[in-house]
């Protein structure tokens, strides 16, 4: 039939998408694979097409749960034509790095004929991932040092730091605040032009002078004391 669209020129409209996208069939085989996706996730279009979506992504939930596998909620959706506005997913990288990708899934015909397509649009949500279990972890180090119900007076606020606050090298400041960042150690050698080595070390330092046991306390204490 004249001015019938084929797969071929459905696919073609996600070749150039600023967002990953693949698509899959009804048995969840990859029949698309776009650049952005390559620049995402590391993998060339042929070391993914033809094989099974579940097995490139491998995606897990927020509890490390696998979440991509054979007959999961969003194919389901898709075979039933409905969508899905989007959800997050733990997946890994071609090298083995882990990524949080934020999906959302198109049902649309198989201009083939072969029922439904799934289409997968999604983006890179780790740094926003990262600062969400930050700020969760935080909370709940900060609630162990509550005092307890009817401990010091109304007026005084108390803490589990000694004071004075302990003077920081500027170098020391900078690495806290990467921290604070939930940045890596390679991430901040990277940052601040130096090795890994030299970011431990001043990690440890300042853990001994704020009197602190781990990353995540040295961060508590500097939000306490507005260092960060």
């Not at 996706?37 to 490139?56: I, Q, S």
Request: aromatic share 6%; charged share 25%.
């Amino acid at each position: 039939m004249a001015g019938r669209v084929s797969r071929e020129d459905l696919l073609a409209v996600f070749g150039t998408a600023a967002d990953g996208v693949h698509v899959v069939d009804g048995e969840q085989r990859v029949i698309f694979w776009n650049s952005a996706a390559t620049k995402l996730l590391g993998y060339r279009p042929d070391e993914a097409v033809g094989r099974y979506c579940y097995d490139v992504i491998a995606g897990g939930d927020y509890e490390g749960h696998p979440f991509c596998r054979r007959g999961c909620p969003t194919i389901e959706a898709v075979r039933r034509g409905r969508s899905v506005q989007n959800y997050d997913v733990c997946a890994r990288r071609v090298d083995g790095r882990v990524v949080w990708l934020n999906v959302s899934v198109l049902s649309v015909d198989d201009p083939a004929g072969e029922g439904r397509l799934g289409v997968h649009l999604f983006r890179d949500v780790t740094r926003r991932r990262r600062a969400e279990l930050l700020a969760q972890q935080t909370i709940e180090v900060v609630g162990r040092y509550e005092p307890a119900e009817g401990e010091g007076d109304a007026g005084t606020a108390l803490g589990p730091y000694p004071a004075p606050v302990p003077r920081l090298t500027r170098r020391e400041m900078e690495v806290l605040r990467l921290l604070a960042c939930g940045t890596s150690v390679p991430v901040i050698a990277r940052t601040l032009q130096i090795n890994g080595t030299t970011v431990r070390n001043h990690i440890e330092h300042i853990l001994g002078k704020l009197g602190v046991h781990s990353r995540l306390e040295a961060v508590v204490f500097a939000a306490q004391h507005k260092l960060v």
